[in-house]
């Protein structure tokens, strides 16, 4: 028989509790979750729809950070998505450096 | 019971066997978990009813971590959204998520996915695929991409009493291998993402392999490196097959050997500054983690790191550190994580090994004439000699069934062959550490470690030539 105290106790019955707790949640999150649709990446690998990316994508691509990538998002928001890739020289932060410099990584669903 | 955590873990194992072998529905084992666990928590006057319903509870709680690592595949795992008969082309977005290793101009990692996409249809997934990528390519663990190529299940077993490599991967969560033709089909994202920690631990990893390889010579910084950092890649087949032929090839993977040996130097090094003995305590176990990072985390390094960390907790509760059971905490800590190690060669060895010495050792010593064990100059090799024996009687079966091969040679292989393995790799972490802090202390080192890893070779040609020194078996 187990000699143990009855803080050991408390201690051993918590950590099975949680493991057991842990592995029913576990479970339920494998059974129960589907997987989710995205913005697909383009054919041409790498490039990345403007229109469906999100921020974190965004952020990807080499010369737009946190607060390009966020008012790429409202300036899509607002004008219910980019008709051309040239609307996000209108984008401010995006000058016509930059905007040679970017273009490359995104193409517009057709 | 004396040592409760032995209990456990034998009955925590037990549970992970017999879920492997009999199908038992997920539910009805959470429900008798469940029971037991109401059973433990219910005061009780006699402490029988609390040990056997803990016994139960643990037996349940191994087999349901096996049915949930092996059983329960998530609705959005990446094996479950690819058909691989049609070997069309899939695009996969995700981390790097162990070190790569460049070998015979192909780069292969393990990737960690977050989404697939076949067709036009991109959906969210989760779980690990192998990568085999053609031509050497400088990635890093934690760097995210975007990677164009076919997927294929693993091979299976060719024979029935041959290793498989479809059940090496399997036991890993690797249910797919993706192979990526041309460095076009890559597309780099983000490179810092990944646990920061083991970032540290690789990024130290390579400056450390790159001071062996700058002072020393290919075969010498190969051996080393094995012995020291873990990576196997470098060393040449022959010397690989020669340390198999003569049974000592525990000493170029790191283990409880190599941990030791680490630990002892990170212990000395601390009380050099006269720190106080809880910090140094703290450093000593973060030191060790980060050393565990280092070597890639194998399972032996794991289970001596764990059994470091135990005995370090002892010293500082001042509880009297016992074997048996910091060997038992490294197993369920093990087994927790992926309970699919039980069935790996690796963990197997690992754990047998030291058991086998902790067990057999006082036993085989017992036998011994006090005449000769307590004569100074004899004492020293037999009981190297005694240590020897005790983990090759627990090993020899393990190996003849996995690796066919049967080496009566072993048990006088490491008796030379251990100490100039604890020379090597003090000598080389004398490299290492001067290579980076002091360049110019590297060149006293580097000799030593020549003439070592040669004697080392030499010693073991030696061995291996002497008439019944290794069987192969059918």
Redesign the interface.
Known sequence: ????TNQE?QV??FL??M??VG??A??L?????????????TQD??KIDLNRADKQ?L??VPGIGEKLAGRIIAYRQKQSGFQALEELKSIQGITEYRYEKIKGAFFLRQ | MKRPLVSLAIVFSLGILVASRIKIPFMGLYFLAALFLALILFPAKTGCRFSLSLLGLCFCLGALFLKNAQGLLPQNHISRMIYYKNSQLYLIRGMVSSEPEVKNNKTSFFFKTQSVQSANLNRSCRGDILVYLKGGSKLHYGEELILRGNLRRPFARAGPRQMSYRDYLYRRNVYFIMRVENSADMFRLNRNKGFILKRLALWLKHKMEEALFRYASPLTAAISAAMILGEKTNIPWFVNDAMMKSGTLHILVVSGFNVGIISFIIVLFLKLFRLPRQLRFWLTVFLLVVYCLITGASTPCVRATVMSVVFLFSFLLKREPDIYSSLSAAALFILVINPMQLFDIGFQLSFVSVLAIVYLYPKLKARCPAAITKVKPWQGIINGGLVSLSAWLGTAGFIACYFKIFSPVTVLANLFIVPIATLITLCGLSLIVAGLVLPGLAYLFAPVCELLVSALVAVNTLLIKLPGAYLRLP
């Open positions: 028989m187990f000699t143990l106790r051993v019955a099975a509790a493991a057991l592995l029913g576990d479970f999150i494998k059974k129960y979750i589907p997987a989710k649709s995205l913005a697909p990446f690998l790498g994508l952020m990807a």
